[in-house]
């Protein structure tokens, strides 16, 4: 008689029939026990996992912010707000210690992939002793879903040759449907099913938070038909609210008027409407605005009109969001599976976003690149009316950011401080939680919802998985709380560390330092580590950390900066790491650099290239050279083409003639076209760009070659030095997405009509990209995550 393995190794091995073995399968002695296939425990709940991007404490309504998020509230109102929640203080950690239980130095994940280092907290590779939640989940029979966002591929890992050991169908999940990377474009987004690179549909409406909540509610339709007998772990994070805020604007209409007093009257509102509410206590006080954070009152009286614009667009962004969760969440009422469903609403996966300067900025790409004296009042006020659309790559000032955090200090990338990790959270689940519309104070972390779903689920931790032992989980299981609204709380201490911005939380008591500031990344005054400023805060009795304690209680500080630093070696932080430019260089930082050398040579079928996956052709010359053939009609369509709306090039084909064409911030086009048709039959063509030097982001002239023979040549009077797009990419016969200009479609390949053998980039010797400030480079790898 078989029985049924232990689930402590995973997968569970196979177990060898000790039945007796006949020679003929006619014998009545013949007995095999039936395959089944491991399930969880008997009453195991479905995982629903929601986590927005970008949303303060301060944002949703449900938590007393300004915006209405009416699918929170109606969860809180049957479910448990937990107003004492924190995550790590930015995107890609949170997700990677959400997914796996682990804090994010743990699992390599000390900051944003685009900067990691060889250091193992840093390195952005997670460990194989720690297998994700979806992995533990698929393996004791969940089915197991990812939509939305994914930024915890090491970036050296985002091509289509992988290796795909970190992406979401290779960690877990059975389904995954996103993007990876730290944003996109809401309108036009480069998406991949599984590994396969998505065409969107032509519809000009369409909008990836809608999409997302269309395949996460077909999902969940299919697996009930099919496995209605399993239950699933669905992850739902959309890629809103980070910047771009792209939203119709029936919703931005919604809050005309809505912000017109300024962030600091907004602040005030915010924090009476949640003492009203109870997610603060009556008697906690309102942190005061930072000095380095302007007041509304010295804002330009002409510039008013589009920072307000800007906060409505922004507010508008998150109901839409919430709306879409919404949907979610009542297809599975509908079908009766809220019942036994596990919900978490995260509202968001650090503090509000202080990303997108004083002023904000209507395309990200522009200040990006150093161009920001574009962006004047003028500029701005003329593109009011499009903040939101697709023509728009938007981001609200930071003025606003700060509001979203209400009533804490500081914003997102600030460890130190409530205003960068505390996010407001929902958690429903009727046949587990008797309370409705309850609040829960006790302090809980991101690391806790990894052992709350395996306790909820009966599932232990594995010890072995694929063969390798494994860290134990380092949350606590939030599940002590959810019928004891007095229990004393168990996850007792959590260190926080994000660019050397640190604190401690044990038993009530915060010792913290601010080491940066997310805006003054670039020419920003930094003390050594050792000279930081620490700050000392009783938050059992000052909830928002107002009232610093640090020349009070020197001794307990003292005890709580060691503490820090035992946890740090505990958890792989050290060393703290707040270098800029140096963390920017592969060769400097100690990972893997996919592309090197002067040249590389693509075939077809390469699509979807990050810039880390294409050589760089900015601030010096270059050349792309392609054989092609041409087919008797005439040929149409892409050979090569990089970025997308706010940037980049092509090199094309247009009724038979060939083209080249540099989208310069969305603000110019330089187009350079062949007076005749192109020959029928194997030929080479090419693109020469001599770059006039002088610095960065200069001109030059393109020359169009067929056959050896030069056809045509024109002015690009200025390049990108920075940075093409944050999103769109880069695709050898095609070119999906965002269209670079008018000659693209928004939806469809606009794939090459004829063959093409082999595209050939090479670039000169003039480079000037020594120009570039190593503090720019980390300025737009942090506003990207």
């Known amino acids: 008689m078989t029985t049924q393995p232990s689930r402590d190794i995973l997968p569970t091995p196979d177990q060898p029939n000790t039945e007796l073995i006949t020679f003929d399968a006619k014998d009545p002695e ?9 399930r969880p425990p008997e009453g195991a709940p479905n995982v629903l996992i929601i986590l927005l991007d970008d949303v303060g404490f301060g944002a949703s309504s449900a938590f007393g912010g300004p915006i209405h998020t009416p699918a929170a509230e109606k969860l809180a109102a049957t479910g448990l707000k937990y107003n004492r929640f924190h995550t790590t203080a930015l995107c890609a950690p949170t997700r990677a210690a959400l997914l796996t239980g682990r804090n994010h130095h743990t699992v390599g994940m000390g900051g944003i992939t685009e900067i990691a280092t060889s250091a193992p907290g840093n390195n952005s590779l997670r460990p194989n002793s720690v297998a994700p939640l979806a992995e533990t989940l698929r393996m004791n029979g969940y089915s197991t879903a990812y939509f939305g966002k994914c930024h915890e591929v090491p970036v050296w890992q985002t091509s289509p040759m992988g290796p795909f050991d970190n992406w979401p169908s290779h960690s877990g999940f059975e389904k995954f449907y996103g993007f990876i990377g730290g944003e996109t474009n809401q309108w036009s987004p480069e998406l991949y099913d599984g590994l396969t690179p998505v065409e969107l549909p032509d519809d000009p409406n369409y909008h990836l938070t809608e999409d997302l909540a269309d395949k996460t509610i077909a999902w ?25 805020h792209h939203v119709g604007p029936e919703w931005i209409e919604k809050y005309k008027g809505k912000f017109d007093q300024g962030w600091d009257k907004l602040r005030e509102e915010t924090f009476e409407r949640q003492k009203a509410l109870g997610v603060v206590p009556a008697d906690a006080q309102l942190t005061p605005r930072p000095d380095l954070i302007e007041a509304w009152d010295d804002m330009p009286a002409e510039l008013k009109p589009v920072l307000i614009r800007q906060m409505e667009t922004y507010a508008g962004f998150l109901e839409h969001t919430d709306y879409q969760v919404g949907r979610v969440l009542d297809k599975l009422e509908e079908g009766g599976l809220l019942e036994n469903t596990l919900v978490y609403y995260i509202i968001g996966d650090n503090g509000a976003s202080a990303e997108g300067t004083m002023n904000g900025t209507f395309n990200e790409m522009i200040n990006f690149n150093g161009q920001a004296a574009f962006e004047t009042p003028e500029f701005l006020i003329d593109r009011i009316d499009l903040f939101g659309s697709y023509d728009s790559y938007n981001h609200y000032s930071i003025g606003w950011a700060h509001a979203m955090c209400t009533p804490y200090q500081w914003t997102k990338q600030v460890a130190s401080h409530f205003g960068g990790t505390r996010n407001g959270t929902i958690v429903h689940w009727p046949k587990g939680i008797e309370g409705k519309g309850e609040q829960r104070q006790q302090f809980s972390h991101v690391i806790d919802i990894a052992p709350t779903v395996l306790e909820a689920a009966g599932i232990p931790h594995p010890t072995f998985v694929n063969g390798v032992q494994q ?13 004891d609204a007095d229990a004393p709380e168990q996850h007792e201490t959590q260190y926080f560390e994000m660019f050397g911005n640190r604190g401690i ?58 503490l820090w630093l035992i946890e740090a070696v505990r958890y792989n932080v050290l060393p703290i790491d707040d270098r800029s430019g140096e963390r920017l260089n592969p060769e400097l930082a100690g990972r893997p650099e996919l592309i090197s050398g002067n040249s590389q040579t693509l075939f077809p079928g390469m699509v979807r290239l ?19 053939t041409v087919p008797e009609a005439g040929a149409n369509g892409t050979i090569i083409a990089q970025g997308g709306n706010f940037g980049g090039w092509a090199f094309y084909v ?47 002239t393109a020359s169009l070659y067929v056959q050896g023979e030069k056809v045509a040549d024109g002015r690009i009077e200025h390049t990108h030095p920075m940075i093409f797009s944050a999103d769109s990419t880069a695709s050898v016969g095609e070119k999906a997405g965002a269209p670079i200009c008018d000659d693209f479609s928004r939806t469809g390949k606009n794939a090459f009509t004829g063959k093409i053998s082999w595209v050939h980039i090479a670039v000169g010797d003039d480079s000037h990209d020594h120009f570039i400030d190593e503090e720019d480079r980390i300025r737009i790898a942090m506003s990207l995550q």
């Open 220 to 244: 969940i339709s299919a697996q009930r038909s099919l496995m209605a007998g399993k239950p699933f772990f669905c992850y739902f994070a959309p890629g809103a609210t980070h910047a771009p």
């Open 654 to 700: 247009k009724d038979n003639h060939l083209k080249y064409v540099y989208n310069l911030l969305g603000l110019q086009m330089f187009t350079v076209e062949a007076p005749d048709p192109l020959p029928s039959g194997l030929i080479q063509v090419q693109m020469d760009f001599e770059y006039d030097g002088g610095g960065l982001g200069q001109g030059g």
């Open 30 to 38: 013949t007995k095999f026990p039936p395959i089944t296939p491991i």
């Open 505 to 562: 939380y044990h038993k009530g008591w915060t010792a913290v330092t601010k080491h940066k500031t997310p805006w003054e990344l670039v020419g920003g005054h930094m003390l050594a580590l050792d000279d930081d400023v620490w700050e000392l805060y009783n938050t059992n009795e000052d909830w928002t950390q107002a009232n610093d304690l640090a020349k009070e209680m020197p001794d307990l500080l003292h005890k709580l900066q060691r």
């Open 471 to 483: 860290k134990p989980i380092e949350g606590t299981s939030m599940l002590y709380s959810f019928n």
């Open 610 to 628: 990050t810039e880390h996956a294409l050589i760089n052709t900015k601030n010096k010359s270059w050349s792309v050279t392609a054989e092609i």
